[in-house]
């Protein structure tokens, strides 16, 4: 079977010679991986958004909040996290959803579920993770994800904070009921799949670029034993120090990826490097700020260090368990 | 004269989502007094989760995303 990510490498390898670059240098190196890394992330992620674009064709945060209205904590915040993933989400809606889930009966703590979980375990995130680092790790990833969305939002919802909303976000109410949705067809999901590749890759392929970009250059010049040392498993801080350093950054998964695959390729340990693409994800400060509108900022808090308690257990797990 | 609002906080998709409404009543020929929702309480109380949205003479016709243009002009006539 010829498959075009085989001949990539090659095609790298020969792109290189052609140039003026003495070859095995560290340029050479940052050089190749760029070449191999750019086509080869941005066609597996046009595959994968575009078949996630047609799963979430079925959802819709209005179906979504159907389901989960009236649902107990517990499997609530079960059935939450994972509607998370396939549910269609953009971080500027996320005061209007979080209004929206509460305002309808959802509890709290399984609307926190919710907003956990979508921008962390998220299409771009897994496919990215499939595609660079394999299936294994890219499962345990979702798998982990998922369970700090539902621990999380389970912990919130047990401390019953419904007080520390917004006044305004208690006393909302929807004046109308939305507009049935249409029926599709199936051409109408592949279009759908076909917009998703459209909005998603042309939204963050210069991300990615620049992420590759500065994981060629951690591959090509970065000594490997240097980030063994202060990212390995050996160095217990390092998992702390990610999660701080990721929380001011706004990348999406897209331009961290790369990243993270490079500091791999150096010795960084798994579960460090997790935890800092976790970080960057899930606590975003601008998206704080903008929850801030219906959040007190004590409830942000809250959120934001059961949050973060629950990415570094999964650091440190990751770094037992992966050695 | 139709009076529409665009539901949105004013991110991008927003402001692509009000240049459509414009550019299709124009075409179309329907006279539109256009208004921006941007403040939260209120884009809740129309009910819709996701933005941008719009409402034609107060009645919700589309939540979330960019709508299609064919859509679009037939909610604009209706």
Same mark, same amino acid.
């Given at each position: 079977?010829?498959?075009?990510?085989?001949?990539?490498?090659?095609?790298?390898?020969?792109?290189?010679?052609?140039?003026?670059?003495?070859?095995?240098?560290?340029?050479?190196?940052?050089?190749?991986?760029?070449?191999?890394?750019?086509?080869?992330?941005?066609?597996?992620?046009?595959?994968?958004?575009?078949?996630?674009?047609?799963?979430?064709?079925?959802?819709?945060?209005?179906?979504?909040?159907?389901?989960?209205?009236?649902?107990?904590?517990?499997?609530?915040?079960?059935?939450?996290?994972?509607?998370?993933?396939?549910?269609?989400?953009?971080?500027?809606?996320?005061?209007?959803?979080?209004?929206?889930?509460?305002?309808?009966?959802?509890?709290?703590?399984?609307?926190?579920?919710?907003?956990?979980?979508?921008?962390?375990?998220?299409?771009?995130?897994?496919?990215?993770?499939?595609?660079?680092?394999?299936?294994?790790?890219?499962?345990?990833?979702?798998?982990?994800?998922?369970?700090?969305?539902?621990?999380?939002?389970?912990?919130?919802?047990?401390?019953?904070?419904?007080?520390?909303?917004?006044?305004?976000?208690?006393?909302?109410?929807?004046?109308?009921?939305?507009?049935?949705?249409?029926?599709?067809?199936?051409?109408?999901?592949?279009?759908?799949?076909?917009?998703?590749?459209?909005?998603?890759?042309?939204?963050?392929?210069?991300?990615?670029?620049?992420?590759?970009?500065?994981?060629?250059?951690?591959?090509?010049?970065?000594?490997?034993?240097?980030?063994?040392?202060?990212?390995?498993?050996?160095?217990?801080?390092?998992?702390?120090?990610?999660?701080?350093?990721?929380?001011?950054?706004?990348?999406?998964?897209?331009?961290?990826?790369?990243?993270?695959?490079?500091?791999?390729?150096?010795?960084?340990?798994?579960?460090?490097?997790?935890?800092?693409?976790?970080?960057?994800?899930?606590?975003?400060?601008?998206?704080?700020?903008?929850?801030?509108?219906?959040?007190?900022?004590?409830?942000?808090?809250?959120?934001?260090?059961?949050?973060?308690?629950?990415?570094?257990?999964?650091?440190?797990?990751?770094?037992?368990?992966?050695? | 004269?139709?009076?529409?609002?665009?539901?949105?906080?004013?991110?991008?998709?927003?402001?692509?989502?009000?240049?459509?409404?414009?550019?299709?009543?124009? $075409?179309?020929?329907?006279? @539109?007094?256009?208004? +921006? %929702?941007?403040?939260?309480?209120? =884009?809740? &109380?129309?009910?819709? /989760? $996701?933005?941008?949205?719009? @409402?034609?003479?107060? +009645? %919700?016709?589309?939540?979330?995303? =960019?709508? &299609?243009?064919?859509? /679009?002009?037939?909610?604009?006539?209706?």
């Amino acid at each position: 079977m010829v498959c075009p990510l085989r001949q990539l490498q090659p095609v790298s390898r020969w792109l290189v010679a052609q140039l003026p670059i003495p070859a095995g240098s560290h340029l050479a190196a940052s050089v190749e991986f760029f070449f191999y890394d750019t086509p080869k992330v941005l066609m597996l992620l046009t595959l994968v958004v575009f078949a996630m674009g047609v799963v979430r064709s079925f959802f819709s945060p209005e179906r979504t909040r159907a389901l989960l209205a009236g649902k107990r904590e517990g499997v609530g915040n079960i059935a939450a996290a994972m509607l998370g993933i396939v549910t269609p989400f953009c971080s500027c809606s996320a005061v209007p959803l979080f209004v929206g889930f509460v305002s309808a009966g959802v509890p709290l703590g399984v609307t926190f579920s919710f907003l956990i979980s979508a921008p962390m375990v998220n299409e771009v995130a897994l496919g990215l993770l499939f595609a660079l680092l394999g299936w294994k790790v890219a499962l345990t990833y979702l798998a982990f994800g998922l369970s700090i969305a539902i621990l999380s939002g389970w912990i919130i919802g047990r401390l019953h904070l419904e007080d520390w909303l917004e006044t305004w976000v208690r006393e909302v109410r929807a004046e109308q009921d939305l507009p049935d949705e249409e029926h599709r067809d199936w051409v109408n999901r592949f279009e759908a799949g076909w917009d998703a590749v459209k909005e998603i890759v042309g939204k963050v392929w210069y991300w990615i670029i620049a992420g590759i970009a500065a994981g060629a250059f951690i591959h090509g010049y970065v000594p490997a034993g240097l980030l063994a040392r202060i990212m390995g498993a050996g160095a217990w801080w390092s998992v702390p120090a990610a999660v701080l350093v990721g929380v001011p950054m706004y990348s999406n998964a897209a331009g961290i990826i790369p990243v993270v695959d490079a500091l791999l390729g150096k010795g960084a340990a798994l579960g460090t490097v997790l935890a800092f693409m976790m970080s960057v994800t899930a606590l975003s400060l601008p998206e704080m700020i903008i929850l801030r509108k219906v959040l007190s900022l004590k409830l942000i808090v809250v959120f934001a260090g059961v949050v973060a308690l629950g990415i570094l257990a999964v650091g440190y797990l990751f770094n037992v368990l992966f050695v | 004269m139709k009076d529409v609002k665009v539901l949105g906080p004013g991110c991008k998709r927003c402001q692509t989502v009000e240049a459509m409404v414009k550019a299709a009543a124009e $075409s179309l020929g329907v006279p @539109v007094a256009l208004e +921006k %929702v941007t403040d939260y309480a209120d =884009i809740a &109380r129309f009910g819709v /989760l $996701s933005t941008p949205g719009i @409402v034609i003479d107060n +009645k %919700v016709v589309h939540a979330g995303g =960019i709508p &299609r243009e064919e859509d /679009l002009r037939r909610w604009l006539q209706g």
